[in-house]
Each structure stands twice: as structure tokens, then as C-alpha cells.
Nanobody, 124 residues
Framework: QVQLVESGGGLVQAGVSLGLSCAASGRTFGPYAMAWFRQAPGKEREFVAAITWRLGRPYYADSVKGRFTISRDNAKNTVYLQMNSLEPEDTAVYYC?????????????????WGQGTQVTVSS
């Protein structure tokens, strides 16, 4: 079993930056692609970004491309999401997820493991 624990959420003003972390623990971890999804009130969970295990290739939703950066440290079993130029529309609960498969990174159904989520609130 793999456990994912997110941290770093909070309340910020529009235009500032915020970083999230997700630490994995449990059974031998990897090779897992990891991703961030988010869910705003009254909306479906949506893909934000993903990163592959071996090459660390990133994938982004169009809504965050150029503002968010996903990265990972396999030695620490940790994935990061650096969020710049935050907008009120980025307000959501952000979830970390992990998958052993190497395709379809934007589909939440492809992920086996999920964190409990961390709230990000961006005020205007």
C-alpha cells in the first residue's frame, strides 16, 4: 500500500506564488508517474499536471501551462507543484496521485493512489 500526503496549501492573494509537496510512503515506491489534480466546489476533479517516473517529463493542463511547474525527487519519493501567478480560479482542493501506468496521465481513473488533498484559496 502506498500513502500520499500533501502539504503546502493555504490562503493567498492573487498574483503570488505557492508551492505544494506530496510525499509518498509505504511499500517500495516506483516506478510511478505522479500527478496533481484539483477540485473546486461544485465542479468535477480536473487534471493539473503530471510527471513521469524515469525521465521526469512533465505534462500540464492548458489552464496552468506557463504558470505551474511540476517536479519530483525520486530519492525522497516526493513530487512538487510550484504555482506562480495564482488566480482566484485556481482555488480548489489539490490532490496528489500516483499511477504505475505510462499513458493517459490526465485521466483520474488511471491513478491507483490518492492523497487526502490540501486546500488552496486565492483571493482577488
Amino acid at each position: 500500500q502506498v500513502q500520499l500526503v500533501e502539504s503546502g496549501g493555504g490562503l493567498v492573494q492573487a498574483g503570488v506564488s505557492l508551492g505544494l509537496s506530496c510525499a509518498a510512503s509505504g511499500r517500495t515506491f516506483g516506478p510511478y508517474a505522479m500527478a496533481w489534480f484539483r477540485q473546486a466546489p461544485g465542479k468535477e476533479r480536473e487534471f493539473v499536471a503530471a510527471i513521469t517516473w524515469r525521465l521526469g517529463r512533465p505534462y500540464y493542463a492548458d489552464s496552468v501551462k506557463g504558470r505551474f511547474t511540476i517536479s519530483r525527487d525520486n530519492a525522497k519519493n516526493t513530487v512538487y507543484l510550484q504555482m506562480n501567478s495564482l488566480e482566484p480560479e485556481d482555488t480548489a482542493v489539490y490532490y496528489c496521485a500516483a499511477t504505475p501506468i505510462s499513458y493517459g496521465y490526465s485521466y483520474s481513473s488511471n491513478y491507483n493512489y490518492w492523497g487526502q488533498g490540501t486546500q488552496v484559496t486565492v483571493s482577488s
